[in-house]
């Protein structure tokens, strides 16, 4: 069974960077076949995928948010990272990790194993 | 960026009846429209994939159907455990994205 437990800081100071890790257990970040994400959720509000990566380092992530976000893989720790920088208010939200799967009719994009999500607040 | 759209806000059906929720997509995603279950203080549940392919597990009163533009999601013979918020998302381009979410409270 997959595990995804995210972990950081959960106050985080306007301008400054957001720093996440992810650690998976239960199978490996560079096995092959699976994408490995990020999406976030304002209290009482939807979701928003911010950006996923592959084992290899490759990454793909959302426009909106694309000039802030790193993401990067520790394949000895079987962790997957997230910095957004320049945080401001708007970025207070439940962050989770999930594994991105594979249909064969429909290919990437399903979320199938999420972390439980952790919360971080952007104040002073 | 492809707007999904989700209605209603909040749907109010009673135990043991039948739930319609829809989602609606600002431009064709073909069938790659995923649906999730959400309780409070979880993580989203993959429930459906594909449009109208169950994921594991999922029992069978849930049922998917649509393509393009206009996708639902039918809860048949309700059950208190189904009472929670339902996403519709989009991986047809990206960046993905879900709807706003559609509440299913007990009338």
């Known amino acids: 069974q997959v595990q995804l437990q995210e972990s950081g800081p959960g106050l985080v100071k306007p301008s400054q960077t957001l720093s996440l890790t992810c650690t998976v257990s239960?199978?490996?970040?560079?096995?092959?076949?699976?994408?490995w994400g990020w999406i976030r959720q304002p209290a009482g509000k939807g979701l928003e995928w911010i950006g996923r990566i592959y084992g290899t380092g490759s990454t793909n992530s959302n426009p909106s948010l694309k000039s802030r976000v790193t993401m990067s893989v520790d394949t000895a720790k079987n962790q997957l990272s997230l910095t957004l920088s320049s945080v401001t208010a708007a970025d207070t939200a439940v962050y989770y990790c999930?594994?991105?799967?594979?249909?064969?009719?429909?290919?990437?994009?399903?979320?199938?194993?999420w972390g439980q999500g952790t919360l971080v607040t952007v104040s002073s | 960026e492809i707007v999904m759209t989700q209605s209603p806000a909040t749907l109010s059906v009673s135990p043991g009846e039948r739930a319609t929720l829809s989602c609606r997509a600002s431009q064709s995603v073909s069938s790659n429209l995923a649906w999730y279950q959400q309780k409070p203080g979880q993580a989203p549940r993959l429930l459906m994939y594909?449009?109208?392919t169950r994921a594991t597990g999922v029992p069978a009163r849930f049922s998917g159907s649509g393509s393009g533009t206009e996708f639902t999601l039918t809860i048949s013979g309700l059950q208190s455990e189904d009472f929670e918020v339902y996403y519709c998302?989009?991986?047809?381009?990206?960046?993905?994205?879900f709807g706003q979410g559609t509440k299913l409270e007990i009338k």
């Open positions: 594909g449009a109208s």
């Open positions: 999930a594994r991105e799967g594979y249909d064969i009719l429909t290919g990437y994009g399903l979320f199938d194993y």
């Open positions: 998302q989009q991986y047809n381009n990206w960046p993905y994205t």
């Open positions: 239960g199978g490996s970040i560079s096995g092959g076949r699976y994408f």
